[in-house]
């Protein structure tokens, strides 16, 4: 039989490389259940009436009906052609 040596045979010679454990060997217990905590009261529903309309007035000198249609019979690039 070999002879055992000290260390990792991957490490070369020495001794093996000090491992620090970082995980706790048991696990932290589980925290408490939360307090259960009954539904508040339904909001409150409130019914508010509409606002009262108010009547459309147009300016003093404000056109009375439709604005008037603005059609060019004829394109403005075909307007130095004719």
Do not use: D, W, Y
């Amino acid at each position: 039989m070999a002879a055992e040596k000290e260390g990792s045979s991957a490490s070369g010679v020495g001794p093996a490389p000090a491992v620090v454990s970082v995980n706790p060997l048991t696990p932290e217990p589980a925290p408490p259940e939360p307090t259960v905590v009954p539904p508040g009261p339904p909001p409150v529903v409130r019914i508010e009436a509409e606002p009262p309309s108010v009547p459309v007035i147009s300016p003093e000198g404000a056109p009375s009906g439709a604005a008037p249609v603005r059609v060019r019979r004829i394109s403005v690039s075909a307007m130095s052609r004719s």
